[in-house]
């Protein structure tokens, strides 16, 4: 299974970004899809969530009302929307996937497969 992700990039303040996570040889509607963070020396910190079937998500306190997790089943590729990003969302953006669990977990160790990050960095 190999996870890539795209679409970061340099915003202003209040700009949004839309992230994309391609999944390839495995069929993404059988796992639980996460979005991490990690800013320079801190560690990876959950930031959304989709479970397998889309119908579900789950957002960080740092994210609610801001970002929107989704998936595409027939493109295999899940999204995150970011809306009135903010200097403080600058970060490498992960994607990742989670095959074991019926709900969305937010503990990055539970996570299977990652894909290599994209940066995004929002100026103030």
């Known amino acids: 299974v190999q996870l890539q992700a795209s679409g970061g990039g340099l915003v202003q303040a209040g700009g949004s970004l839309r992230l994309s996570c391609t999944v390839s040889?495995?069929?993404?509607?059988?796992?639980?899809m996460g979005w991490f963070r990690q800013a320079p020396g801190e560690e990876r910190k959950f930031v959304a969530g989709v479970n397998w079937s889309g119908r579900s998500t789950l957002y960080a306190d740092s994210a609610k009302g801001r970002f929107t997790a989704s998936r595409d089943s027939a493109k295999n590729t899940v999204y995150l929307q970011m809306n009135s990003l903010k200097p403080e969302d600058t970060a490498v953006y992960y994607c990742?996937?989670?095959?074991?669990?019926?709900?969305?977990?937010?503990?990055?160790?539970?996570?299977?497969?990652w894909g290599q990050g994209t940066q995004v960095t929002v100026s103030s």
């Open positions: 990742a996937a989670e095959v074991n669990s019926v709900d969305i977990v937010v503990i990055a160790d539970e996570y299977d497969y």
């Open positions: 040889g495995r069929s993404s509607s059988t796992y639980n």
